[in-house]
């Protein structure tokens, strides 16, 4: 499924069902086809992104400083970057937070 994220003053965001559950995940909310985040939840909701990435820096960096070059799902992990894929997503909810707007998503 594809779901698309908007706010009035930035680019939609597009995201697969996988990249969307990790960060609805991430934020500690149900993922439903459709909803809405006031204004009040974005911040905590970088936050709790923010620090989703951070955690995940940090394993990377245990799992390089390890020799686990022939394990699959180690190297899996390492092309998987939670990052580098939630950024947009993150950028969007810092515009609507600046512009005090609300997103959207399913409508």
């Not at 995940?56 to 992990?77: F, H, T």
């Not at 810092?94 to 959207?104: G, Y």
């Amino acid at each position: 499924m594809l779901y698309k994220f908007q706010c009035k003053n930035s680019a939609d965001v597009l995201m697969l069902s996988d990249l969307t559950q990790l960060i609805f995940n991430a934020i500690e909310r149900p993922l439903e086809s459709k909803g809405v985040f006031l204004v009040e939840q974005l911040e905590p909701a970088i936050k709790k992104l923010e620090a989703t990435i951070a955690r995940d820096l940090e394993l990377r960096k245990v799992l390089e400083s390890q020799d686990l070059k022939d394990d699959p799902e180690i190297n899996a992990l390492k092309a998987d970057r939670f990052g580098q894929r939630a950024f947009p997503f993150i950028q969007l909810l810092k515009a609507a937070l600046a512009h005090e707007e609300m997103v959207i998503w399913g409508v």
